[in-house]
Structures are given as structure tokens and as C-alpha cells.
T-cell receptor, first 111, second 117 residues
Framework: KQEVTQIPAALSVPEGENLVLNCSFT??????LQWFRQDPGKGLTSLLL?????REQTSGRLNASLDKSSGRSTLYIAASQPGDSATYLC??????????FGAGTTVTVRA | AAGVIQSPRHLIKEKRETATLKCYPI?????VYWYQQGPGQDPQFLIS???????DKGSIPDRFSAQQFSDYHSELNMSSLELGDSALYFC????????????????FGPGTRLTVL
């Protein structure tokens, strides 16, 4: 079964600290992996997409890495700000066009 | 840039009633997806359409049906509503022609919050 796991479920850091969010998947035959941000009760905002042939993607303070062989992806957020507080979900695209989501990591950045 | 539009944003229904959710994909996107996110849960794939034909099917109850119309908008029809159907329903769209599976990036709408009383 193709599963996506995110640990920890919640994370609290002081402002300015770098954030490291982990995502693991059971099937290395993924086509791509997307990271999303979700604010409480709101929609999903796509942050980064990493194709299976890529090792990392960067956008501003965000950097995501992908290691297919170990079944892991990591989202780094540099110099965190209170506005970064949200739930971050990773989602993997396996052998079809439907995304399989992790349960998310809820981040709180303390001012 | 145009995003995925969903309507209504909020919907309150009684048990056993029917609900219709609408989705308008990003222009020139050929694929629409529906996901259900229950309280405190991750989004679960329901169904998708590619060029107006059903493409993939996930954990969609038989009480639900969906279709994609000639203008590419999609509707999710939900009948005999149950309390457990209360959730956030997302529509997403993508362009498969843009580069196949590896480049397939799904863009999500703001969701429709359905509450069944």
C-alpha cells in the first residue's frame, strides 16, 4: 500500500529558527512530490513540486529535497516568521494521477 | 493569475438531503480532481476527470456522483447525506498535456465546507 507519513504532527519554534519538516513514503516509484500549506479551515496552497528526477527545489526561503531511494522528502524553511504558522502537508503522486497526502505537520512560530 | 473556483464556499444540509458542489478549473487545464478532507484528517482522493471522461476513482461512496461538462467545469452530486459527510471538499485542476506524470502539479481551490445536520 502506498502511504505517506509526516512526523512530527506538531512543531513549535521561536521566530528566526530554521524549520525542518519531514515526509516519508513507502513506494519509491513516485512521479513527484508536492508540499502544501494549509491555514486553519482554508484551502491548500501549493508551495513546491519536486519531480522524481530532481533532488531539490527552492523558492525564496523554502527548500525541498527528495531522496527516492530512502523514501524521504524534507522541507526547509529558513528564518521562520510568525506568518509561517500553518499546517504543512506533503503529497506524493504514485502510479496514477491521484495525490496521496500525509497527515501534515502543524507549525507554530512563536514571536 | 486565475485560480480554481469552487461554489458554494459553505453549505449546510439536513440528513438525507442532496447537495451539489461546483468546480471551475484553471483555464486550459484538462483534468479535474475531487478530494474530501474530514475534520482533523488529510485530504482523500474521491474521483477525477480527464477531458470530460472519468479518469480515476478513489474512496467515493456510491451515493456520490460527479461529472465534467463541455466547458470543463465539474459538479459533485451527493445524495442521502449522512452526518459523516460533513467535511471540506476540494477541487483541484492540472494540465496533463503540460508534461506527463512527473510534471503534473495540482492546483487546489479554496474548498466547499459542507455541514450535515
Amino acid at each position: 500500500k502506498q502511504e505517506v507519513t509526516q512526523i512530527p504532527a506538531a512543531l513549535s519554534v521561536p521566530e528566526g529558527e530554521n524549520l525542518v519538516l519531514n515526509c516519508s513514503f513507502t513506494d519509491s516509484a513516485i512521479y513527484n512530490l508536492q508540499w502544501f500549506r494549509q491555514d486553519p479551515g482554508k484551502g491548500l496552497t501549493s508551495l513546491l513540486l519536486i519531480q522524481s528526477s530532481q533532488r531539490e527545489q527552492t523558492s525564496g526561503r523554502l527548500n525541498a529535497s527528495l531522496d527516492k531511494s530512502s523514501g524521504r522528502s524534507t522541507l526547509y524553511i529558513a528564518a521562520s516568521q510568525p506568518g509561517d504558522s500553518a499546517t504543512y502537508l506533503c503529497a506524493a503522486l504514485f502510479s496514477d494521477y491521484k495525490l496521496s497526502f500525509g497527515a501534515g505537520t502543524t507549525v507554530t512560530v512563536r514571536a | 493569475a486565475a485560480g480554481v473556483i469552487q461554489s458554494p464556499r459553505h453549505l449546510i444540509k439536513e440528513k438525507r438531503e442532496t447537495a451539489t458542489l461546483k468546480c471551475y478549473p484553471i483555464p486550459r487545464h484538462d483534468t479535474v480532481y475531487w478530494y474530501q478532507q474530514g475534520p482533523g484528517q488529510d485530504p482523500q482522493f474521491l474521483i477525477s476527470f480527464y477531458e470530460k471522461m472519468q479518469s480515476d476513482k478513489g474512496s467515493i461512496p456510491d451515493r456520490f456522483s460527479a461529472q465534467q461538462f463541455s466547458d470543463y467545469h465539474s459538479e459533485l452530486n451527493m445524495s442521502s447525506l449522512e452526518l459523516g459527510d460533513s467535511a471540506l471538499y476540494f477541487c483541484a485542476s492540472s494540465s496533463r498535456l503540460a508534461g506527463g506524470l512527473e510534471r503534473n502539479e495540482q492546483f487546489f481551490g479554496p474548498g466547499t465546507r459542507l455541514t450535515v445536520l
